[in-house]
């Protein structure tokens, strides 16, 4: 057997042990507990933590994520002194993924800061982004991920087909030869913490340096959003589908 041919029966062993490994995980769905670490109230609420949602807002309108006109609302009505019940009101509204990480401020700033530049100044394009976010986002059976990033990859044209088949991993049938070695990258790394030499060889092809820098860091990015969102036990927003989305 020559070389690319193991490599390419080696890839397929690995995309198929990757999915069947993440159907096999219970899936992590809408607790019916309390989550492990309850939410910021509006008395916790400070002239610093707003300044942190200010940066929430340019990481949702960079993707123009639901959520967007509940922070800025939240930002204005504390600014010019809403009632207090009013205020109280919109706070519980916010996204309870915000609410919690607010409970670390100075870590949430710095990883807020991350997601403006993948988000909304990333070299990679909006496309190769989110297939990347979703295939690890699945890997990761993560409810809230993978439901958000739904939404954000249909905003962008990608099709309910197409997110079905991110579902299956790199060997399902439809992905060209690029799209394949995006989703095997999230797929080998979360299997390897590696790029294989093929994988690398293929996106090469389509990607600059910087893509190439970027495209590691945002899937572990996803990885490591996933981890905190799952352990914390966040219960998904509304309108969020978690691993039904499509």
């Known amino acids: ?21 993440a ?46 006109e509940e922070l800025t609302d939240l930002i204005a009505d504390h600014t010019t002194g809403t009632a207090a019940a009013d205020l109280a009101a919109q706070v519980k509204n916010l996204p309870e993924i915000v609410r919690t990480m607010l409970r670390h401020p100075t870590l949430f700033a710095c990883q807020t800061d991350i997601g403006i530049q993948l988000l909304g100044r990333g070299a990679l394009s909006p496309r190769d982004r989110e297939l990347a976010v979703l295939r690890i986002g699945w890997l990761c059976q993560a409810p809230y991920e993978w439901g958000e990033h739904v939404h954000v990859a249909k905003s962008i044209g990608i099709t309910s087909a197409e997110i079905e088949r991110i579902t299956q991993g790199s060997n399902a049938p439809g992905w060209n ?12 790394l979360r299997e390897k913490a590696m790029i294989s030499d093929a994988t690398w060889t293929t ?14 860091i945002v899937i572990g990015q996803y990885q490591t959003v996933a981890y905190y969102q799952n352990s914390l036990r966040l219960r998904l927003h509304e309108g969020n589908l978690g691993l039904q989305a499509r």
């Open 177 to 188: 030869e690029h799209e394949q070695a995006i989703l095997r990258a999230a797929e080998e």
């Open 23 to 68: 159907s096999e995980q219970h899936e992590v769905g809408v607790p019916s507990s309390e989550p492990r670490i309850q939410p910021l109230t509006v008395d916790e609420l400070s002239d610093d933590l707003l300044e942190i949602i200010r940066r929430m807002v340019q990481v949702n309108s960079a993707i123009d994520a639901r959520q967007k």
């Open 203 to 216: 996106l090469s092809k389509r990607l600059n340096d910087q893509q190439l820098i970027e495209l590691p």
């Open 1 to 21: 057997m020559t070389h690319n041919h193991r490599s390419e029966a080696d890839a397929t062993a690995l995309s198929q042990e990757t999915t069947q490994h």
